[in-house]
């Protein structure tokens, strides 16, 4: 399987897209988490929506779904909207007293955990979809909907996924939760995809750093001045670069050498490919990562054979 970098900037990046992988298997393609800026990605890969066979959405945050509603329109079967009283009459006729399904033959499918799948409509895409000249859509106007409950894989091409719930945001006393991807097949190496994460529980997760031979990590880089080596602040919402690498400063859980030795890092601020730290210090961050054990930061455009 073929891992593409389409996006591996943070929520504000414009050099980097927004975080997101394409994979490639058999001739088909499943992309993982759709940002506001990943539809702009996938034409700067040469890649067209129609290509796209599956989605994932690890979780609600605009930067991993904000290119959904542009992927839905792009995609939907125009000609199949109706244009009358009698066309609606039809489609509701088709919808609700046929079996069957609603949306057309360009329509990739949408995964996702069975809450989430239901939030990201309810709470953000339904905004922008539901208003359809003519008729009330749905999300299964748009999508073919996969939800996948708690403990339960996926499989694709092959593959099986299994989804890893880690804590991305404590709102309060809540959890907002993001959903990882555990990748594997007989034969093959194991890739696991964090997606947005804290670095508050790595004892939790430690058992799937250990199982994957590839790691794609969520690694933020505000507030690590490189000049001193030290970490100054943090969002709190993401790993940071300091605690992954284990500074000192961080005062944080040490991972081992073996599994950072697997770490390829993303969703990083832009300053990291100008050769700088969010206090204006010049650094390479690549020759950082090298001496802090990782196997480095990732960039947009590359590929990974696993």
């Not at 008729?135 to 106007?141: A, I, K, R, V, Y």
């Amino acid at each position: 399987m073929k891992i593409r970098i389409i996006g591996c900037g943070n929520a504000f990046s414009y050099i980097n897209f927004n975080q997101s992988f394409v994979l490639e298997e058999g001739g088909r393609r499943m992309l993982i988490d759709c940002g506001s800026r990943v539809p702009l990605a996938l034409i700067n890969a040469g890649i067209k929506p129609a290509e796209i066979d599956t989605i994932y959405i690890s979780h609600a945050h605009a930067d991993h779904i904000g290119g959904l509603e542009e992927i839905a329109f792009s995609l939907y079967d125009w000609a199949r909207r109706p244009r009358s009283w009698d066309d609606y009459a039809a489609v509701v006729k088709r919808d609700y007293f046929e079996p069957g399904v609603t949306y057309g033959p360009y329509a990739p499918k949408l995964i996702a955990n069975e809450k989430l799948l239901e939030e990201l409509w309810n709470y953000s895409l339904r905004g922008g979809l539901d208003s359809m000249e003519g008729f009330d859509s749905t999300l299964e106007t748009f999508f073919q909907p996969v939800p996948v409950k708690a403990n339960v894989p996926f499989y694709w091409q092959g593959w099986r996924f299994d989804l890893i719930q880690q804590i991305h945001i404590m709102t309060g006393s809540i959890i907002k939760y993001t959903f990882g991807l555990l990748a594997s097949k007989t034969g093959s190496k194991t890739v696991y995809f964090t997606t947005d994460s804290q670095h508050c529980s790595p004892r939790q997760v430690e058992i799937f750093y250990k199982r994957a031979d590839l790691i794609f990590q969520d690694c933020e880089c505000t507030g690590v001045d490189t000049g001193s080596r030290e970490f100054k602040f943090g969002s709190g919402v993401h790993a940071s670069y300091a605690q992954l690498a284990g500074w000192p400063s961080a005062n944080s859980v040490k991972l081992s050498p073996e599994i950072k030795a697997k770490m390829l890092l993303d969703h990083y601020q832009d300053f990291v490919s100008k050769m700088k730290d969010g206090f204006g210090n010049d650094c390479d961050w690549y020759q950082l990562a090298a001496e802090d054990g990782f196997k480095g930061f990732v960039a947009v455009g590359e590929t990974y054979e696993v």
